[in-house]
């Protein structure tokens, strides 16, 4: 006996339990009887083609225990739409929802829907910013909030601030650099400039180089400077200076950031008679300051057409 | 690496083969646990994680009798679409209810067929069951306009992310049915059309990101578990450019447009970190930054990061280190692979990345015998056998699975080697060939 089989509301229902077709069947679950049943139910309502307010009800049971059901967040929306619902509780359920099960991804889709339908985002920034309280790197967090972004034209300063605070917090959120790169430069097909304005390059450059300043060993300011130079086709070496202060081969003790020496390895690699220096800072990297990448060192070495000088760096597979 | 290894072998962790055996055993032979009850729609992928890990462990022919083999592949059939294609379970599917009016509830899957078909291959079935036309025909409507491909259609619209987790699977579809051959395909007598190849290698370049990586979407933070999913899709449709030169006199569309950045990208992804909730900034400290650099305010700091904070400057970076040496040879014993740049080691990425490089044809690019000891000595579980996700941590089925699954990309005793594209051993793989003459396929490589 349970919710469903003892309440008169349903008793025109007949559940259509779930048919395994034999033995043995794979990954079998030891499902509880409350899923059992609120399973066969909303078998049964399928089945039928019920759009209706208890079916809401039982979709969100359902959602509750097994959120991953793929055709059960299409039969609720259609059960919305249907009925003309108040699109407003369906984001409140949803918020709630959305904490307990903040990895699945169909609840971020259903959630797209629903504000999409509403051509309303009021609320929805900062709710995704309360959901990085929990998870600052949430994936589908950050697509909802691109998707936000462009659905709603959410460009200008609001959502820079947005990632200056999140790398605030945290600058080493890699995730908030990428979302940072898609508001410069993420509307080029449609014209608008991104590194390639002056101005605005400038501006991302010192945003970076600011914040190596105060976490040398971080990758991702690293890889943002190398980015906005080769979008923006300038070459290389105009972050020659600015790597120097974190690597030199005449300090091989005292180098700040491998990611530097890395940079250092590509710009002299470019530089005419530079290719010597680029070995020596890829060997530094493979036997001091990145040694765990040590075959891939001796791989750049290779590219370079230059002999590995740590002939047991290259193991067997 | 120098420390450990000299010690000898003795201090290598090894595979506890038994207990992996006894823990996939169980989980073949006994319902799992209640907590899956969140995964009942992904069952058929479950089932995939439980028959290939008992496969690479050499012991699907004996832990299933040949009668109980004979019901699991039952039970996958029991999945299949009438109209060809699989689902997830048999949850959708009506039975004596089913109708015009409902199909629409009932559809098959992408992932789900894909599961279904390499599960089957590793059952050693004859795939005479197999609606190979229906799927082949369903196959084309599951992309959009755009290239991508969805994981279901329902009322004529493909629903699902565009991310390339369905065009991996939808991809191996097309391999395992109709190897590489492409164009418009004679089956049963009808006319079979083909998915549009070009349209999805465009869909892979547009996700290339500003540092290497591959997202599911332009734009988006790269991912290694979509890297891997476009890097094997691109090898399922042969379109894939490893930057050897081999390809690049080709005429047709091909991806990743920049392969040794992706190459880059992925060579970084293998890591020291390894504690989610020591929090990354502690892990290297820069000289003016005070706030993180008391332990006690960080309850889970790890090892090396303890150590680090105790020092003003990297402690990698200290005179005594600068001998050659490096604090990691001495202090961490393994370095596994993280999905995005700054974050920490997880199981499952050993396989993603792994078999990412291998696909790009730089197999030794990472540090094999680091990541071995990553996952034997710190989350292969004690106790229970399989794998969990951070060290320590109790294991699960999908952890557990690409755990094993890039131990076989490595050279590892009791493990069969594994065909990285497919996520399943090379020896099933090459029972492919003889399906593809039965039906008068072949595979274009
Ligand atoms: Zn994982």
Redesign the pocket.
């Known amino acids: 006996m349970g919710k469903y089989s003892e309440d008169p509301l349903w008793a025109d229902i007949e559940p259509l339990p779930t048919d395994e077709g034999g033995p043995n069947p794979l990954a079998a679950i030891a499902y509880s009887e409350e899923y059992e049943e609120t399973m066969s139910y909303m078998r049964a309502v399928m089945a039928a083609n019920e759009y209706s307010d208890r079916v809401l009800e039982l979709t969100e049971d359902l959602i509750d225990m097994n959120p991953a059901h793929y055709t059960v967040w299409l039969y609720r929306a259609k059960t919305l739409f249907h009925l003309d619902k108040d699109l407003r509780e369906e984001l409140e359920w949803l918020n709630e929802t959305a904490l307990e099960h903040q990895k699945n991804y169909q609840i971020w889709h259903h959630r797209n829907l629903i504000v999409d339908r509403l051509d309303d985002c009021e609320g929805e920034t900062e709710f995704v910013e309360q959901m990085f309280v929990k998870d600052a790197k949430n994936y589908h967090v950050w697509s909802y909030r691109q998707w936000l972004v462009k659905r709603f034209g959410l460009w200008e300063t609001e959502e820079l601030e947005f990632t200056e605070r999140m790398l605030r917090e945290d600058v080493r959120n890699n995730s908030a650099w990428n979302h940072r790169w898609y508001i410069v430069n993420g509307r080029e097909a449609e014209g608008v400039k991104g590194e390639w304005d002056e101005g605005l390059r400038k501006r991302e450059l010192d945003f970076a180089k600011n914040a190596v300043g105060k976490t040398p060993q971080n990758q991702s300011p690293w890889n943002y400077l190398r980015a906005i130079v080769r979008t923006a086709g300038v070459p290389l070496a105009s972050l020659k200076e600015f790597a120097e202060q974190y690597a030199s081969l005449d300090r091989p003790d005292s180098v700040r950031s491998s990611f530097a020496l890395d940079l250092l390895a590509d710009i002299f690699a470019e530089e005419e008679g530079g290719k010597d220096k680029a070995g020596k800072a890829l060997d530094l990297l493979a036997a001091k300051y990145d040694p765990i990448r040590k075959n891939y060192w001796a791989y750049r070495k290779s590219q370079l057409g230059l002999e590995s000088s740590t002939p047991e760096a290259v193991v067997a597979a | 690496m120098a420390i450990l290894s000299e010690n000898g072998a003795s201090e290598e962790p090894r595979l506890d083969k038994a207990r992996h055996i006894k823990y996939w055993t169980r989980c073949l032979k006994t319902l799992l646990p209640h907590q899956y009850t969140s995964n009942d729609s992904n069952r058929l992928y479950l089932a995939f994680f439980i028959i290939s890990a008992l496969d690479l462990l050499g012991v699907l022919e004996s832990v299933p009798s040949k009668e109980e083999r004979e019901d699991h592949i039952n039970w996958i059939y029991h999945c299949q679409h009438p109209d060809g294609g699989f689902r997830m379970w048999p949850g959708t599917d009506f039975g004596v209810r089913a109708s015009k009016d409902n199909a629409m509830w009932d559809p098959a899957n992408i992932p789900a067929t894909y599961f279904a078909l390499a599960s089957l291959l590793l059952l050693k079935d004859d795939f005479s069951r197999v609606r190979r036309r229906g799927c082949l025909e369903w196959l084309p409507r599951m992309q959009r306009g755009d290239g991508s491909f969805g994981e279901t259609c329902v009322n004529g619209v493909v629903e699902g992310g565009m991310d390339p987790r369905f065009g991996y699977c939808a991809t191996g579809i097309r391999f395992i049915l109709r190897g590489t051959m492409s164009g418009p395909l004679e089956i049963e007598g009808r006319s079979v059309g083909d998915i549009d190849v070009d349209s999805f290698v465009k869909c892979v370049q547009l996700a290339e990101a500003y540092d290497g990586g591959i997202a599911d979407l332009g734009f988006h933070e790269p991912h290694a578990g979509y890297t891997f999913c476009s890097l094997g899709a691109l090898a399922f449709i042969d379109r894939l450019e490893v930057g050897d030169h081999a390809h690049s006199k080709r005429s047709v569309a091909t991806a990743p447009t920049n392969p040794s950045a992706v190459i880059s990208w992925l060579a970084y992804r293998q890591t020291e970190l390894t504690d989610p909730d020591a929090g990354i900034d502690s892990e290297f400290t820069a000289p003016d930054d005070t706030t993180d650099n008391d332990p006690s305010q960080k309850p889970g700091v790890g090892k090396i990061a303890k150590i680090q904070q105790k020092a003003v400057t990297p402690a990698h970076q200290t005179a005594e280190h600068s001998v050659g040496i490096s604090i990691f040879d001495l202090l961490v014993d393994g370095a596994g692979m993280s999905?995005r740049t700054n974050k920490v080691a997880?199981?499952?990425?050993g396989f993603w990345v792994g078999a990412s490089l291998h696909l790009m044809k730089q197999p030794t690019l990472y540090d094999h015998a680091a990541m071995r000891r990553y996952m034997l000595g710190k989350t292969q579980h004690p106790v229970l056998g399989g794998f969990g996700?951070f060290p320590g941590d109790v294991p699960d089925l999908?952890?557990g699975y690409?755990g094993l699954a890039a131990l076989g990309l490595s050279g590892c005793e009791g493990v069969k080697v594994l065909e990285g594209g497919m996520c399943l051993s090379r020896e099933a793989r090459e029972r492919l060939p003889l399906l593809w003459k039965r039906w008068d396929v072949h595979d274009e490589e």
């Open positions: 999905g997880d199981t499952c990425y996700k999908l952890h690409l």
